[in-house]
T-cell receptor, first 112, second 116 residues
Framework: GESVGLHLPTLSVQEGDNSIINCAYS??????FIWYKQESGKGPQFIID?????DKRQGQRVTVLLNKTVKHLSLQIAATQPGDSAVYFC???????????FGAGTRLAVHP | GAVVSQHPSWVICKSGTSVKIECRSL??????MFWYRQFPKQSLMLMATSNEGSKATYEQGVEKDKFLINHASLTLSTLTVTSAHPEDSSFYICSAVRGRGQVQAFFGQGTRLTVV
C-alpha cells in the first residue's frame, strides 16, 4: 500500500546549527501531515502539523515545509539543542480516514 | 490538556499467557483510538483502529484473534495480546483522536512487552 518514507536513518549536527529532516510521501490524496518527536522508550510527541492547503508553517524554532508537487515534507529546527536529540517521524493522514501512516524515522544526534 | 495514558508501562509475561494493555484519554473523550506496535529502531506500524461501541478495524496482516481490542467507553480502549509468544515482544503504543472530524492524535507513553 502507499506509505510515507524517509531515507536517512541518522542526522548528526552541531549544537547551535540548523537541522533539516526530510520526508517523501507517496499518497497524493493525503491532506494533513504531522511531525512527531520520539525519545527512547516514550510515545511520539507532537511537534508541528500542516494541512495540504499550505506550503509552510512555523512554530517555535521549528518550520515545516510542504511541497505537494514532489510530495516532499521537511522539518527545520533552528539552533538545534542537545534536547532535540531524538527520532523524528513524519506522518500523513490519508484524507478522511483519521488514521496516521508513519514514515521510517530519522535519528537526530546533536553534538556539543 | 489532551493527555493519553497507557498502563502498564512495561510488562514481562510467560509464553502462552495473555496480556492486557489499557489506553485512557484522561481529559477528553476519544471516539477513535489507534493501536501501533514498534520494533527496535523501526517506525510505528498501525495495527488497528478502535471505535467506541463498535468492532475494531484491523490492518492487513494483523491477527484479530490474537490482538483483541475493546473500546467500551469514550475514554478507554484495551489491547489484549492472547497466547503471547516471544515474537510478540514489542513496544505497543496507542493514540487517541479528540472529537469527530479531528485528525491530531495524542499518544500514550507506550507499553514495553517482553514475552519470555
Amino acid at each position: 500500500g502507499e506509505s510515507v518514507g524517509l531515507h536517512l536513518p541518522t542526522l548528526s549536527v552541531q549544537e547551535g546549527d540548523n537541522s533539516i529532516i526530510n520526508c517523501a510521501y507517496s499518497n497524493s490524496a493525503s491532506d494533513y501531515f504531522i511531525w512527531y518527536k520520539q525519545e527512547s522508550g516514550k510515545g511520539p510527541q507532537f511537534i508541528i502539523d500542516i494541512r495540504s492547503n499550505m506550503d509552510k508553517r512555523q512554530g517555535q524554532r521549528v518550520t515545516v515545509l510542504l511541497n505537494k508537487t514532489v510530495k516532499h515534507l521537511s522539518l527545520q529546527i533552528a539552533a538545534t539543542q542537545p534536547g532535540d536529540s531524538a527520532v523524528y517521524f513524519c506522518a500523513e493522514n490519508s484524507g478522511g480516514y483519521n488514521k496516521l501512516i508513519f514514515g521510517a524515522g530519522t535519528r537526530l544526534a546533536v553534538h556539543p | 490538556g489532551a493527555v493519553v495514558s497507557q498502563h502498564p508501562s512495561w510488562v514481562i509475561c510467560k509464553s502462552g499467557t495473555s496480556v492486557k494493555i489499557e489506553c485512557r484519554s484522561l481529559d477528553f473523550q476519544a471516539t477513535t483510538m489507534f493501536w501501533y506496535r514498534q520494533f527496535p529502531k523501526q517506525s510505528l506500524m498501525l495495527m488497528a483502529t478502535s471505535n467506541e461501541g463498535s468492532k475494531a478495524t484491523y490492518e492487513q496482516g494483523v491477527e484479530k484473534d490474537k490482538f483483541l481490542i475493546n473500546h467500551a467507553s469514550l475514554t478507554l480502549s484495551t489491547l489484549t495480546v492472547t497466547s503471547a509468544h516471544p515474537e510478540d515482544s514489542s513496544f505497543y503504543i496507542c493514540s487517541a483522536v479528540r472529537g469527530r472530524g479531528q485528525v491530531q492524535a495524542f499518544f500514550g507513553q507506550g507499553t514495553r512487552l517482553t514475552v519470555v
